[in-house]
């Protein structure tokens, strides 16, 4: 990661498109980010779009905007992405989701800096740098003929592959570190670190979830710890020979068709609330956590409401 991230700074004061590739996980996206701050374009917005999060109708009114009278319901003019990035980043995840024709009008747009919002008669320009990134094998899209090989070749001038977490172990030690420091703070619960058997355990793992399961895991270790050195129990799930503790003491028989844990987590939570009638340290003592950690999972789950 030393050497990716180095390619990066000295890639960062440049404005040409930059392609990134690994696994879902990796952190595509930071990598982004990093780009982004470290170059001339830092002071502008650097705007995101995950291209596989929006329906085609949409997507080119997304990036491009449109003009009022440009389709039923559009009554005023809307920037597009591409505007609002304007003369900052535009990081377009899961680039590989894009339909031919999107393709067509990014590659024009990295061509000159030139698109047509939807209705326009006349052409607008922005100056926008395009970050690309993918966890598909963009070259064979080509020579399947679902992506274009002139976008390919445009987008993947400076490519940069992030290795899954797997082939790196030696970055899990600092990884886990560095999620422990922040998650501690996060969560409201201190924990002294983690002890030898259970760093050898996360080791072991396959990660497929990369650097995004693995803070997960730490997250979920943190919480269910018992505030002394992280064991590999506190990581049980992540063992697929695990057996679970038995559940029927509290809920009855385990359903056939199993539970969806974090809408019981926040079910407990908002029952807790409701008891109390929101009182925060109250509803602490009933579900057996801290204050800052039932915070913490008010924030998460969005019960700021219930809460006084």
Request: glycine residues 8%; hydrophobic residues 45%.
């Amino acid at each position: 990661m030393h050497l990716v991230v180095a390619m990066a700074k000295r890639l960062a004061p440049l404005g040409t498109p930059v392609l990134i590739t690994g696994e879902s996980g990796t952190g595509k996206e930071l990598l982004a980010q990093l780009i982004h701050a470290r170059s001339p374009r830092s002071g502008r917005p650097m705007v995101s779009l995950n291209c596989a999060a929006l329906p085609d109708t949409l997507m080119e009114s997304e990036l491009f905007g449109y003009r009022r009278g440009a389709f039923t319901g559009a009554q005023t003019d809307k920037a597009g992405l591409v505007a609002s990035a304007e003369g900052g980043t535009l990081f377009l995840d899961e680039i590989a989701e894009l339909t031919l024709l999107l393709q067509a009008k990014l590659l024009r747009f990295l061509e000159d800096g030139v698109y047509f919002p939807l209705g326009a008669t006349r052409p607008s320009r922005s100056d926008v740098r395009i970050i690309a990134a993918t966890n598909a094998d963009l070259a064979k899209r080509v020579d399947t003929g679902v992506f274009r090989r002139d976008l390919y070749f445009r987008l993947s001038v400076i490519p940069i592959y992030i290795r899954p977490l797997r082939a790196r172990p030696q970055d899990i030690l600092p990884l886990v570190h560095y999620f422990l420091q922040n998650l501690t703070m996060e969560v409201g619960k201190r924990v002294p670190g983690i002890s030898q058997e259970a760093m050898e355990f996360v080791i072991a793992q396959p990660w497929p979830g990369n650097v995004r399961e693995l803070r997960n895991a730490i997250e979920r270790a943190v919480i269910v710890s018992d505030g002394n050195l992280l064991t590999s129990a506190d990581f049980r799930p992540l063992e697929p020979d695990a057996e679970p503790a038995p559940l029927s003491d509290v809920f009855g028989e385990l359903p056939e068709d199993g539970i969806d844990l974090p809408s019981l987590n926040r079910r407990f939570v908002t029952a807790a609330l409701k008891r109390t009638d929101g009182n925060v340290s109250a509803a602490a003592r009933l579900l057996g956590m801290t204050r800052p950690a039932l915070r913490y999972r008010i924030k998460k789950y969005g019960l700021h409401r219930l809460s006084v």
